[in-house]
Nanobody, 118 residues
């Protein structure tokens, strides 16, 4: 069973930085698409960033230029470097892995809370 463990969330002041990490275990396939979604208070879940095994990345409009996704080699491990954080970035950040429907099912982490104070 695939499990995702996120870490790195916490409380930071506006303008500060955090780095989130996500490690997948129990994976019986090769490198897969991974990424982050977030859900803020009374908001819908939205895409933050995603990255392919070939390191092609895609970002949500609200985070472009401030957040950077990266991955560790061919491992199913991803990072999210978050700079110049704003109060509206406050949310639970969820990591996911998606190998594609022909390979297996997508899996999600439990989430890590990021709180940005004014």
């Amino acid at each position: 069973q695939v499990q995702l463990v996120e870490s790195g969330g916490g409380l930071v002041q506006a303008g500060g930085s955090l780095r989130l990490s996500c490690v997948a275990s129990g994976v019986d396939y090769g490198p897969a698409m991974m990424g982050w979604y977030r859900q803020g208070p009374e908001k819908e879940r939205e895409l933050v960033a995603e990255i392919t095994p070939g390191r092609i990345s895609n970002y949500g409009d609200s985070v472009k230029g401030r957040l950077t996704i990266s991955r560790l080699g061919i491992a199913n491990t991803v990072y999210l470097q978050m700079n110049n954080l704003k109060p509206e970035d406050t949310a639970v950040y969820y990591c996911y892995i998606d190998p594609g429907a022909l390979v297996g099912r997508a899996a999600w982490g439990q989430g890590t809370l990021v709180t940005v104070s004014p």
